[in-house]
């Protein structure tokens, strides 16, 4: 059964390579219904045209200068305070000072 699963993953992953981005192991899908790049540095999708909106593990993250980080799994909308267990890039990247569990405000 488990030989089956392989040689469908084998058969399926060419036609899925240009979809997916393999990082140290991991396979990450890119956000649906937008623009994107993977930023490597950061370890997650950036969104083009948005500023400051990431994407990783099929949750947006928003970064506000004034209120901190917001989640959703929506791209437009649907916005969470803090960080859903935020991605290490972005922490580093935005600073610890700078409340990446918290805020308020927001999208």
């Known amino acids: 059964m488990k030989l089956r699963y392989l040689l469908y993953l084998g058969l399926l992953l060419p036609l899925a390579a240009c979809t997916l981005h393999v990082d140290e192991g991991r396979v990450y899908a890119p956000p649906p ?16 045209g948005r500023p400051h909106l990431y994407y ?7 970064w506000h200068d004034h209120d901190g980080w917001y989640w959703s799994d929506r791209h437009d909308g649907g ?6 267990g935020l991605p290490p890039g972005l922490s580093k990247k935005y600073g610890k000072s700078r409340r990446a569990h918290g805020g308020g405000g927001g999208y």
């Open 56 to 62: 990783r593990d099929r949750t947006y993250y928003r």
């Open 79 to 84: 916005w969470h305070r803090g960080g859903k």
């Open 33 to 48: 219904h937008v623009e994107w790049r993977w930023d490597p540095g950061l370890d997650v999708f950036v969104v083009l």
